[in-house]
């Protein structure tokens, strides 16, 4: 018996290999495809003899292995179209949870070009070859204590700025001490972040200028972190956006802006509020409100389109509980698994500050 490995781009190909080579009677022992985006097929065969013979008999043999050519050609088929299946699947995924059909686009096209191909396989389900697709594409901050000194809120208003401000402060001041700033001299704008102060035993000086801002964070100088609080600013108004760029050129060493804004907001809002708060080099995007929405797809569509990293999520109204630093794994959970299964992946990936 001779048994004979055979490559080539098609299955018709390789079984004419076989057939020049081991002659008709050879048996196919089995068909694989290999290669990039499985487009090689391996033929392994078998033959007692490999003279070929032109007789009636040996002819109704060779009726009976284009049989078997076309099973194994069907067999490719099946195995093509469970790949397309797979994509279809994967493209629901990713509508399901409301990412942008030009990223999904693009995950399908990545697939198809192949440089994922290979790890979409019969024993990888759509979501989990999904969850590690998106995962190595989620950029994050690491927290602020890790990071630097300083750090300003800006964003619309009611976003939830002076509420993350404060779980923040909470949080660090367990262990380390904060100074608090607010920039908000409206009539009562200074109220919310007192009582937080308040409650939390923690100084808070108001800025009605640059030059105070500046005076402030010199007399915080024994302070480990400093947290800024910043009026309300609508993403329509330039005038006001350029006069907090006032403030905040002051500030005398590097500093962290986080841009707050709540995921309820449309879409199209998120990218206007995006666009024209760059003026203030906004260092990342942290999302407020996860507990009031269903679908999370614009968090990750507005990561992808801006290039900023994530940084903190907001869950709830409770200072300082209801906060949690911006992991990929939480992100993409989200993403993948919306509001049915929040609460249960919240216990799974859930980081306490
Ligand atoms: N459900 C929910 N509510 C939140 C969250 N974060 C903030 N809020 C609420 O959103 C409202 C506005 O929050 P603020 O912190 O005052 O928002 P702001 O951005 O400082 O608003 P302005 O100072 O007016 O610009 C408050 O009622 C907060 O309790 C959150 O993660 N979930
Ligand atoms: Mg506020």
């Known amino acids: ?50 003279i070929i013979s032109s007789s009636k008999e040996v002819k109704e043999k060779w009726d009976l292995k284009e049989i078997q050519t076309e099973i194994m050609e069907l067999k490719a088929l099946i195995e093509d179209l469970f790949v397309e299946k797979q994509m279809l699947h994967l493209f629901q995924w990713t509508k399901r949870g409301d990412l942008s059909g030009e990223i999904a686009l693009k995950i399908i096209e990545g697939i198809k070009e192949g440089i994922l191909a290979g790890i979409l396989r019969e024993d990888v389900s759509v979501k989990e070859f999904l969850y590690d697709l998106l995962l190595k594409l989620v950029k ?11 750090a300003v809120f800006v964003g619309p208003t009611g976003m939830g700025k002076t509420t993350t401000l404060a779980k923040i402060a909470g949080n660090l001041s367990k262990d380390k001490s ?10 009562g704008g200074s109220d919310l972040l007192r009582a937080y102060a ?57 500093f962290i802006t986080y841009l707050v804004i709540s995921v309820t907001t449309k879409e199209e809002e998120i990218s206007k509020i995006v666009q024209e708060f760059d003026l203030l080099t906004i260092s990342s995007l942290l999302f407020t409100k996860i507990d009031e929405a269903d679908i999370f797809g614009t968090i990750f569509n507005q990561m992808v389109y801006t290039g900023k990293p994530l940084s903190y999520l907001t869950t709830g109204q409770r200072v300082p509980e209801d906060i949690e630093v911006a992991t990929p794994e939480r992100v ?22």
Request: hydrophobic residues 40%.
């Open 178 to 187: 904060v100074g608090l700033i607010t920039l908000d001299t409206r009539l």
């Open 332 to 353: 993409i959970d989200l993403i993948i698994n919306t509001r049915g299964n929040y609460y249960d992946s919240t216990q799974r990936n859930r980081k306490v500050l």
């Open 1 to 50: 018996m001779k048994v004979k490995r055979f490559e080539a781009k098609t299955i018709k190909e390789a079984i004419k290999q076989v057939k020049d080579t081991l002659g008709p009677d050879a048996v196919i022992l089995s068909v694989r495809k290999f290669g990039f985006l499985n487009r090689h097929v391996e033929v392994t065969a078998a033959a007692d003899s490999p």
């Open 198 to 254: 308040r409650l939390l035993e923690l100084p808070i000086e108001v800025a009605n200028s640059p030059k105070r801002l500046l005076d402030i964070i010199k007399n915080y100088a024994d302070k480990d972190f400093i947290l800024i609080d910043t009026f309300g600013v609508s993403p329509y108004n330039q005038f006001k956006i350029k006069d907090l760029a006032r403030y905040l050129n002051v500030i005398p060493t590097s």
């Open 140 to 150: 994050v901050l690491p927290p602020l204590e890790k990071q630097r000194r300083i």
